[in-house]
C-alpha cells in the first residue's frame, strides 16, 4: 500500500510539473520576461520614481500577465502553422496537450486580471496601453503574418508598447521619456526580428508567414533593411542624453552598442548567411539588455 500511495504522489506531482512546463510554454515565459523586463525599466527610469518592491513586484506580474495573454493568444490562433514547424511543434496546443477552450479560458483570465492590476495599482492609461497592445498582438499581428511583411511594421508596435507602459505606469502622463524608450524598442526589433527570421526562414516558409521585406526570402535587400534600421537607431539612441534622462557614462555605451549593431548588420550584408545572421539576432538580445540597464544605472 505504502509503494502505491508513493507511486499516486509520483504521479501527481509528475502531472503538476508538466501542467506548468505547458502553461509556461504557452505564455512563452522567456520572451515574456524580457517585454516586462523593458517594462520595468522603462517605469524606474521615470524621474522621481524609486525601487519599491511592492510595486515593482506588482508592474511585473500585470506585465507577465499581459504578454503572457498575448502569447497565448498568438499559440492558440497559430495552433495549426505552429504544428507544421519543428521550432513550434512542441506546444501545447499545437501538440494537443492542452485544449483549445482550456488555453483560451486562461489566456482571457490572465489578460483581464493584468489589465485590472495595471488600472488598479498605476493607473487607467498604462492600463489602455496594455490592453491595446495584448489586441493589436493577438488579433492583428497575428493573422497579418500569413498575408504580409508589413506584419513586422504593425508587430513592433505592441512589441514596443512595453517601455511606454512602463513609463506613464511611473509617469501618470505621455512625457517625451517614454516616446524616446518606445522609439528605441521599436527600432530595434527590425534587425531583430529579421535576423530571427533569416535564420528560420524555411520553417516560417513551410507555414506560410511572410515575416522578410523581400518576396525572394534572405537578400541584400533584407541585410541593406537592417543596416538602415541600426543606423537610424544611432541618432535615436542620443536621446536619452539629450532630454536628461541619463547622464554621459550611458550615452558612450548606448553609442558602443548601437555602432555593434550597425557592424553586425554590415557582416549580414557582406556575408550573406545564416551564421552572420545568427550574430545579429543574439548581439540584439545583449543590445536590448545593456542599453536598458546603462540607462538605468546612470538615471539622472
Not at 498575448?70 to 514547424?85: H, K, Q
Not at 516558409?205 to 541600426?230: D, M, N
Not at 541619463?246 to 550615452?251: H, Q, R
Request: with cysteine.
Amino acid at each position: 500500500m505504502e509503494n502505491v500511495a508513493k507511486g499516486i504522489t509520483h504521479s501527481t506531482s509528475f502531472a503538476i510539473a508538466s501542467k506548468l512546463k505547458d502553461y509556461l510554454q504557452l505564455i512563452k515565459f522567456t520572451l515574456s520576461f524580457m517585454v516586462v523586463f523593458s517594462c520595468v525599466v522603462s517605469y524606474l527610469l521615470v524621474p522621481g520614481v524609486q525601487f519599491t518592491f511592492l510595486l515593482v513586484l506588482e508592474l511585473f506580474v500585470a506585465g507577465i500577465l499581459i504578454t503572457g495573454s498575448a502569447n497565448a493568444l498568438n499559440e492558440i490562433l497559430e495552433r495549426d502553422t505552429d504544428s507544421l514547424m519543428k521550432r513550434t511543434a512542441g506546444r501545447p496546443v499545437a501538440a494537443g496537450r492542452m485544449p483549445v477552450q482550456e488555453a483560451t479560458l486562461f489566456a482571457v483570465l490572465t489578460g483581464a486580471v493584468g489589465v485590472l492590476m495595471m488600472w488598479l495599482c498605476f493607473n487607467w492609461q498604462s492600463a489602455l496601453l496594455g490592453l491595446f497592445s495584448l489586441v493589436l498582438y493577438a488579433f492583428v499581428y497575428t493573422p497579418l503574418k500569413k498575408i504580409n511583411s508589413i506584419s513586422v511594421l504593425v508587430g513592433a508596435f505592441p512589441g514596443a508598447l512595453p517601455c511606454l507602459a512602463g513609463w506613464v505606469a511611473g509617469a501618470g502622463a505621455f512625457t517625451a521619456g517614454g516616446w524616446i524608450l518606445f522609439g528605441i524598442q521599436f527600432l530595434w526589433q527590425f534587425p531583430h526580428f529579421w535576423a530571427i527570421a533569416w535564420v528560420a526562414h524555411k520553417d516560417y516558409e513551410r507555414a506560410g508567414f511572410k515575416l522578410l521585406p523581400g518576396t525572394e526570402g534572405p537578400t541584400k535587400f533584407t541585410a541593406l533593411q537592417s543596416v538602415i534600421y541600426s543606423m537610424v537607431m544611432i541618432p535615436v539612441g542620443l536621446l536619452p542624453f539629450y532630454f536628461h534622462i541619463s547622464g554621459g557614462v550611458a550615452l558612450w555605451i548606448v553609442l558602443a552598442c548601437n555602432l555593434s549593431m550597425v557592424a553586425l548588420s554590415l557582416m549580414l550584408f557582406i556575408k550573406m548567411n545564416v551564421s552572420a545572421a545568427r550574430r545579429v539576432m543574439f548581439g540584439s538580445y545583449f543590445y536590448l539588455m545593456i542599453v536598458l540597464l546603462s540607462l538605468l544605472f546612470d538615471k539622472i
